[in-house]
């Protein structure tokens, strides 16, 4: 597929709506007019950051701008909905072009309009930074898939480990004491990952489990060991 095939069905799209249409007008691609209105449409095989900056550029002009891409195979509005955001942010119009020899079609996947300030997401954002204070030391790597992910909730598991593979069976009230974390009692409890178990009532135990556990995160166990020794040396908290 070249660029010059997505013209025909994009000329046709606006003519019948009554504009004229002219092709590569000082360096645009397609420009369309009628009466006050002035549109500009860029060309391309595939929707990339080049495209937008190109479209950001014709926006300079004061007309209304367009990209036209090629119709996505597998096209589904949840997979193309953040797509989607950035460019309507960027006060751009969206057309796909269907090319199918002689019944080749463009439609307008939505107009270009002033943008709207982006509604915050407090909520969101209060997740991400509870999770970022809920971490000592970062031992992930940005970008990764299908890679194990140290969250919040496993460091403070990990930590509650290491305090019971230290000092032996504690109550959730003295790990809590130790730890400084509040949700001790709920993580022991819950026992997501079967590295606790209940020893006898009110007291709580590291089992086989939770020893091969502290192994697959070698920095945190010896960060929370170091500094539990550090801890007991000084004088607490036992």
């Known amino acids: 597929m070249t660029e010059k095939e997505l013209f025909p069905p994009v000329r046709d799209l606006f003519v019948k709506r009554g504009y004229k249409v002219n092709a590569e007008v000082r360096d645009c691609d397609v420009t369309a007019t009628k009466d006050d209105e002035f549109i500009i449409i860029e060309l391309k095989k595939n929707l990339s950051v080049t495209l937008l900056a190109q479209g950001l550029k014709r926006l300079k002009t004061g007309a209304d701008v367009y990209i036209a891409v090629p119709k996505p195979k597998k096209y589904s509005l949840k997979k193309f909905r953040n797509t989607f955001a950035v460019i309507k942010k960027l006060e751009l119009g969206l057309i796909f072009v269907s090319v199918r020899g002689s019944h080749s079609f463009a439609e307008i996947v939505f107009e270009p309009t002033e943008f709207k300030p982006t509604t915050r997401d407090y909520r969101k954002r209060r997740e991400i930074l509870t999770e970022i204070n809920g971490r000592t030391i970062d031992t992930n790597t940005g970008g990764v898939t299908n890679t194990k992910i140290i969250t919040a909730y496993t460091e403070q598991c990990i930590h509650i480990a290491c305090i019971l593979d230290m000092y032996g069976d504690l109550s959730p009230k003295r790990i809590k004491e130790i730890s400084g974390i509040d949700r001790a009692y709920n993580i022991l409890r819950m026992n997501v990952y079967g590295w606790f178990y209940n020893v006898k009532k009110g007291v709580y135990g590291i089992t086989t489990?939770?020893?091969?556990?502290?192994?697959?995160?070698?920095?945190?166990?010896?960060?929370?060991t170091e500094l539990l020794q550090e801890n007991t040396e000084n004088g607490s908290p036992l």
């Open 209 to 224: 489990e939770g020893r091969k556990g502290l192994l697959e995160y070698p920095e945190l166990e010896k960060y929370y």
